[in-house]
């Protein structure tokens, strides 16, 4: 099978993550995958929700929004709607389930950080880039602005993947994405941990042999991103 992009289907599309973009901001990142674009913040705040206090941890919670042109046509603010959609609020507690997977709250103790995605051109895979985005605005934050780095655990960074005809196709743009098969979501760990697996098929319903291959791709996938991370950080 030939993608439109002529990539294998095992590659990922150019991923480039630009650290500090924001000057207010104590962790902030640009992520590009491919024609995927998210800038990611982290803000940090010495309080935790009321629910916390006592608890002596910190939290970690994340908001997701896509800026009006960031698709094809221009789609209204859901502000002006007055309410978010379903899917912003399960995206970006997707998200906050992740990042707190990176760390260890005990380290953050009587604090939040608050982390913002905000998708400013989609291209597909937006919730995967925001989670591996906001890993890295989330680590910087805690290395220059938090005096207890034992806060970070470990990288988080997620891919999408999908069959089309029977072929796993990595790293999913709209149009391949609008077309697949099946469709997944997976995030994970720098240690090859599961956090997250987000799964549907769309035709035919898919075998455990292909699941497993493409966690398998997925998993490498993975591990490229977490390298760019870490090379953005280290």
């Not at 941890?57 to 789609?75: D, F, V």
């Not at 609020?89 to 990176?102: K, Y």
């Not at 898919?206 to 280290?234: P, R, W, Y």
């Amino acid at each position: 099978m030939t993608r439109r992009d002529n990539r294998k289907l095992n590659e990922m599309r150019p991923l480039e993550i630009d650290l500090g973009i924001i000057k207010h901001a104590e962790g902030s990142a640009l992520v590009k995958f491919g024609d995927t674009h998210v800038i990611c913040t982290a803000s940090i705040e010495n309080n935790v929700p009321r629910w916390m206090r006592g608890s002596d941890e910190g939290w970690i919670t994340a908001e997701y929004g896509m800026l009006p042109r960031s698709t094809h046509e221009r789609m209204n603010r859901e502000a002006s709607r007055g309410k978010q959609s379903g899917r912003t609020m399960e995206i970006q507690r997707l998200i906050g389930r992740s990042l707190r997977q990176a760390v260890d709250l005990k380290f953050l103790k009587d604090k939040t950080i608050n982390v913002d995605c905000d998708v400013i051109q989609a291209d597909g895979g937006t919730r995967t880039a925001s989670i591996s985005g906001a890993c890295v605005a989330l680590f910087q934050a805690i290395k220059n602005n938090h005096n207890d780095n034992r806060a970070i655990k470990e990288y988080v960074a997620a891919v999408s993947i999908g069959l089309k005809d029977g072929s796993p196709l990595l790293d999913l743009n709209y149009e391949e994405d609008s077309e697949a098969d099946t469709d997944l979501n997976i995030v994970m760990t720098e240690n090859g941990g599961l956090i997250e697996i987000q799964g549907t098929a769309e035709q035919n319903p898919f075998t455990k042999k292909q699941l497993d291959e493409m966690v398998e791709m997925a998993s490498k996938g993975i591990k490229e991103i977490i390298k760019i991370q870490k090379l953005c950080l280290n």
